[in-house]
Structures are given as C-alpha cells and as structure tokens.
C-alpha cells in the first residue's frame, strides 16, 4: 500500500492504472475510519483490481462554527486498518494541494441542495459537491463508493457525476450500524457513553416509521410524526428536522406511492450532531 500526498502522482499512477486496463474502485472520506468506511473498501476490494482510498477533511464542506477545527484526525491508524484490508493506495493530500492557491472554481447541484441538509447546513453540498468533482477528476475510476447513511449526498453526487459527464459509476452501500442501531459515524467520537446509548433513539424512530409503512401507512406527514414522536420521547435529544421526501429529487410528497421515499432526519445531543435515514419501497 503506498500514501500519496501529491495530486498529480496521484493523477499520474490513476494514468497508468487506466493504461494498464485495470479497474479503479475509489473510496472517497474524511478518515477517522469505522466498520461503516470499512465496509465501502470490502465492497470496492470485491468489485475492483486496484482500490484507491482518500482520507481528506475538507474545509469547504464545514460552515462557520462547525467541527472543521475538531474533526477527528488520525491518519497513522487509518493507514493501518486500510493496509489490512488490502488498499492499493491511500490518496491523502494537505489542503491547499487541492485547493490551489488563487482556487476560486466551485461546483454547485442546484435544487437537490437546497433541502434537508443543504437548508440546516448552507455550502455545505457546494463543499460536498467541489471536492468530490476534484477527487473524481484525479482518479478518474471506475467505481466510487458512497454510503446510504448520508443519503442526500448520494444524491448529489449521482447527479453530478451525471451532469458533467464523469464515466464514473456510483456504488451506494447500506448504512452499517452498531448493535443499538445507531448508525457508525466518525462525530459518534464526540458523544459520551449515555449520549451515545441514547442516540440509538434515531433508528428505533426510523424503525417505526418503517413498521407503520409496512401496515398500510400511506401518509407521508402520518409517517414524520411517528418519528417526530418518538425522538421526543428522549429528552436529551433536539430535533432539527425529520423529513418524508422523494428518493430522487428529495422533494416532499403526501401520499406515498410506489416509489422510494426518504425517511430523513438531523438531531442534536448536546453539540454533537447526527443523521440517519431510511428508504421505503427501496428498489433493489
Ligand atoms: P465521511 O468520512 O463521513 O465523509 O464518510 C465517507 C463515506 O463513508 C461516505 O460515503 C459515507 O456515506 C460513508 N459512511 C459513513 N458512515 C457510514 C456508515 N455507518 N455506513 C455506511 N457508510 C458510511
């Protein structure tokens, strides 16, 4: 496994690799790696010859005021988990190798951003959306990975990669969660033990929204309430929003139908906050 720090020696063995007809698999995440990162490098170790995986916390995803500062970092553990499970290379660039100085290009989804996450957290998906186009466009793969967890980022992503034309196929891996059902994430390091119990309170939410779904609920606004209830019911917990929206425009709807259906939702405990998702009427 080799750590590449350059954008363009990483550009040029992604050169050769095409060269040489193997497929890329690319792990694109801001480390501080958990079983739900891992599981991205299994399924890219499965479905490619050479896996790439980059490690970058990039600034211009965080607003003011966020955890940009605090962000869980630590690249020599990362290393070591990504190396036993058989990474070619690590792709793990400072930021101003890419954001160049003078940077002043940035990509912007229009509408898909605007809701949910793009509404509570603004530039972040024009963040999300920059980098991902810089990283695609100096590994130029085959595949690239992206987990269900941040829902509203695959769609974006899929979006973009369709709109300026990347050959890039997106892979979308189930969220893996802890035994709880609290969906892995690298800020649950910012929760303490009873937060991080308590937080479990999102997914058995989503539970029943899933349950009500599965008994012939068919109001979209019957569903947010179901989960709106039951975060109430834990005191720690302060709901930024729960959302029932349209899978692919991530627009609100009614009634639901046969389609995919987004059940979303934020909360904060305490400073730390989280997300998580479920899809009805998932199509496989
Ligand atoms: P991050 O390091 O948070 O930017 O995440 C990198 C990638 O890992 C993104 O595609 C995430 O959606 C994905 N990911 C994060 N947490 C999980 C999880 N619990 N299960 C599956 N994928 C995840």
Redesign the pocket.
Known sequence: MEIINRKQRMASIARKLRRESKTVGF??????L?E??L??VKEARQMSDIVIVSIFVNPTQFGPGEDFERYPRDLTADAAMLAEYEVDYVFAPDTDEIYIPGFSTYVYVEGLTETLEGASRPGHFRGVATVVTILLNTVRPDLA??????AQ?VGVVKRLTRDLGFETEIVV?????EESGL????RNAYLNEDERQKASILYQALREAKLAFKNGERNASAIAQIVEDKIATEPLARIDYVAVVSNDDLEPIDKIADSEVLVAVAVRFGKVRLIDNVILNRKQ
């Open positions: 792990v694109p995440t801001m480390g501080a958990h739900g990162h599981t991205l990975f992206f987990g269900s967890k941040d980022q891996v189930p969220t893996v969660r969906a892995m994430s690298s």
